[in-house]
């Protein structure tokens, strides 16, 4: 086990008579860096709580000045309270409205000794946990942002991105996009379910199979011939998995020589076009990803006309927002997680 994940760590042992009890802890606590005090009395508890905001507090029941259980709950009723935990030993009696996390009865040393390495045992390992998800989850938010693209701005159109990830700060929502040699512009966007770490290995792999697929596209590959075949090719490998999850998601070609913008939808809410008049949203028709093995997807295109603006591919939170603008006011609800869109503005 890494020490550095909880290294530092805060251990309050309250007890008239600690040393053989510390020693013990020391020889079992060896593999983790945690630094233990000492306080002898309820009094010097609560001021050695206060200076040192242990993590955990073993505390003897019978203290020379008060009872542990008095001091415990003190200590528990406190602002910070519950960030500690608090084990209480050597009970006889439990008095009405104590609090701590765990009240042990007095029993035999060895009883005594077994019973407190399981404790620590588990506490410090569901820290490790706790600690290693935390990591884990901040790691994951980083390399997320560090995926999405620049915005270009080109001499025939500017691609603006949008992205707003779910409140714990991982979003199953992803895009990508790049030019030819051309200036064509190629991009994805999709929509997982989830938020957690498990979506966050689902947008990565997703993300590395829509732009293989769209590249073998681009490089015009024999068994890739039009944005239909890549969503084909994607969802097919999809059920590679025993239980693949659904998706949706869009994958395009902005072509500059023809002033066309082609896509290929799998049960997005609709692409959005702002003109100079007017929102329009273009409907999906095609199965989500994932749905059935055997789906076909329709690929269609749009002419890029002058007063087309911009062209808007979008998550479901983001067409919300814009598209049904009267619910979200009903609702009362400042929407802000998984609002994704890749926003291109012609400049033809």
Known sequence: MNNDVIAHERLLVVDARPNRFVADLKKWLSRFEINIFIAKSGIEALEKYRLYSPGLILMN???????????????????????????????????????????????????????MQAQLRTFYNEKFIRVMHSMELQMAQRRQYQMLPQNISDEK???????????????????????????????ILFDCTGHDINAYSQVHSLRMSLKKELKLYEIGYENCTSLSDVLKSVNEDLFLDYSPDMTAAVVFLLNIRERKFHYCTAGMPGIIVRTNKELKKIESQNFLLGCSEDATFASSELNVTDDIKEIICCSDGFYELVMNQEEVVDSKIAKHDDVSAVIIQPKF
Do not use: H, R
């Not at 542990?68 to 519950?82: A, L, R, Y």
């Not at 603006?160 to 190629?186: E, P, Q, R, T, V």
């Open 61 to 115: 029941s019978e203290l020379p000045d008060m009872s542990g259980m008095s001091v415990s709950s003190i200590i528990k009723d406190g602002e910070d309270g519950n960030q500690t935990t608090v084990i209480l030993y050597n009970l006889e009696d439990v008095y009405q409205n104590t609090k701590a996390d765990f009240f042990f009865n007095k029993m035999s040393q060895e009883n005594f000794d077994d019973m």
């Open 157 to 187: 159109y500017n691609v603006i991105n949008i992205f707003s990830a779910y409140s714990a700060g991982l979003s199953g929502d992803c895009y990508d996009y790049w030019k030819d040699k051309n200036g064509n512009l190629y991009g």
